[in-house]
């Protein structure tokens, strides 16, 4: 069964390129270690909630806009072989070093998690 990595990050408006330039750069290290999909949306309709919401969930500031993206792996070891990559002290992988790519978004205020899926529909 598949397993989804989910995320949502509040990425400076200005910063809309950077922030592609760099989902291209490490959604390509993705899908090259077994990822099958990945999609990064750029907010469009994202309302304010009366108890939370998701600019509240990362604490988005006015000039911030709020990216919701997922990872598809074929299954739960895949995704947990590209995690230990990335997180590998010896990955030489110069995608990987942040003075050359850095990220464009304060990655403390981005909530993500695993997920197995329950109930998925296609066409």
């Known amino acids: 069964m598949s ?5 949502v990050i509040a990425v400076p408006t200005a910063n809309k390129q950077k922030f592609i330039d760099h989902a291209e750069m490490a959604d390509g290290m ?3 270690w077994g ?7 750029w907010e469009d309709d994202v309302p304010d909630g009366k108890v939370t919401d998701f600019r509240r969930a990362v604490n988005a500031k006015d000039d911030e806009s709020i ?3 997922f990872v598809e792996w074929p299954d739960k070891a895949t995704r947990e072989a590209a995690m230990a990559k990335m997180m590998d002290p010896e990955n030489d992988d110069p995608r990987m070093d942040q003075e050359k790519n850095p990220i464009p978004f ?4 981005m909530i993500f998690g695993g997920f197995t899926p329950l109930v998925s ?3």
Do not use: H, N, Q, W
């Open 30 to 32: 993705f899908m090259e």
């Open 3 to 7: 397993y989804i990595d989910g995320f």
């Open 67 to 69: 990216v919701f993206s």
């Open 121 to 123: 529909l296609e066409k």
């Open 106 to 109: 304060d990655g403390a205020r």
């Open 35 to 41: 990822a099958t999909r990945i999609v990064e949306c």
